[in-house]
């Protein structure tokens, strides 16, 4: 895994701007320069000076990029009032909540400049879009622009995504722009849905700042894949029971996926862990010549669908000069493996040392005609 500390070039507004990184790009070898891109300000890149020592990649690890970088369709701006409260209670995640006393902010505007100077801690918006502007679309990914500097958001009071970290273990994200994938199962395609933000602000300026606001979806010939980025569940330790459909993960921690593990705090495990993510397919889908890309993972792994083992990569060697992290997980998916409705895949990981998990995408399962299409993409660095 790339452990990247980095110097911005400055000037550049918000842009696409060239990163100088200098770090270890293959895990216990010699240090290497290497070029990437992000999309940040030229006023600086750490906002606080207690947050310096933190790298490039804890800013960037949870937040999910629509797949191969392609270009999103907008289906709905989300630009305007939003209502706003400042304080913190999980009921103003739900659908029931009435905000009706809430204050209105606009949306993307920083909350001091909405009457709201000089406020840091918790603060929340509530936003409803019309489920039937959507009825066409198979995915839909919901753009929050730039948030000052940790969220979680919700729709329809489902948690479907985070950026950051929350105190106690607070790590701001407020230079990265969000994407959220949004669970097409979790909308109400014949009416009103809700989307909840929970926004923790450190210091200095808070909220929804800037960029595109909106629903969005993938261009047309990706709208057959299943995706997988988001939110996931994870656990340390190994058991067999663990990649079984019917295992109940409830109790599971929350991770964002594609990224590493010390976005939740896991640093050095030298030990295994899983994941598990629930996935629908429709009635009418394909179940058959598919296959399931898994993205980049640290170090070694084995993936089930449905309890069915599909693959694994593993190339015994020992930390330094191990080189499966740096391989994107391929595997076929049995014929018909897949059923209408719920389905399962689970990820045991062997780290072996320094950071661990699935750290870069994509991951989603698709046409296995279609897969050297997206393999031939753009470079994929700016996931991790």
Not at 199 to 218: K, R
């Amino acid at each position: 895994m790339t452990s990247l500390y980095c110097n911005m070039t400055p000037g550049l507004g918000h842009s696409r701007m060239f990163v100088m990184c200098q770090g270890n790009k293959s895990k216990g070898q010699n240090n290497k320069t290497t070029i990437t891109t992000a999309h940040c300000s030229g006023s600086g890149f750490i906002k606080h000076q207690a947050m310096r020592k933190y790298t490039f990649i804890l800013i960037l690890i949870s937040i999910i990029t629509p797949l191969f970088g392609q270009s999103l369709d907008r289906i709905q701006s989300l630009r305007g009032y939003w209502k706003f409260s400042i304080g913190d209670r999980s009921e103003w995640a739900s659908t029931s909540y009435d905000d009706k006393e809430w204050e209105e902010i606009y949306v993307p505007r920083r909350w001091e400049s909405e009457g709201f100077n000089g406020y840091d801690g918790y603060a929340w918006y509530r936003k409803t879009f019309d489920g039937r502007d959507l009825r066409d679309e198979k995915v839909v990914y919901l753009k929050l622009g730039y948030i000052d500097d940790v969220d979680e958001v919700f729709v329809n009071g489902k948690k479907i995504g985070f950026s950051g970290s929350f105190l106690p273990n607070y790590s701001t994200a407020y230079r990265a722009e969000r994407i959220y994938g949004i669970p097409t199962e979790l909308i109400n395609f014949y009416g009103e849905n809700l989307i909840a933000v929970r926004v923790f602000d450190y210091g200095g300026e808070g909220g929804i700042y800037s960029g595109d606001v909106g629903l969005y979806a993938p261009e047309e010939w990706a709208k057959d894949a299943i995706y997988l980025e988001g939110l996931w569940k994870i656990k340390i330790g190994d058991r067999s029971e663990y990649k079984e459909a019917g295992y109940d993960d409830e109790k599971w921690e929350n991770i964002m996926v594609p990224s590493n593990w010390r976005s939740i705090g896991i640093n050095n495990l030298r030990d295994y862990a899983w994941y598990r993510k629930e996935f629908i397919v429709n009635p009418d889908a394909k179940t058959t010549d598919l296959t399931l890309i898994g993205g980049k993972i640290d170090d070694f792994d084995e993936i089930f669908v449905n309890g069915v083992k599909i693959g694994e990569t593993n190339d015994g060697r020992r930390l330094g000069s191990s080189r499966s992290f740096s391989e994107t997980r391929v595997y076929a998916i049995p014929n018909n493996l897949l059923k209408p409705g719920s389905n399962i895949v689970a990820v045991r990981v062997r780290d072996i040392g320094d950071n661990g998990g699935i750290y870069e995408g994509p991951v989603m399962i698709l046409p296995s005609s279609q897969v050297s299409r997206v393999l031939r993409q753009n470079d994929w660095s700016f996931w991790r």
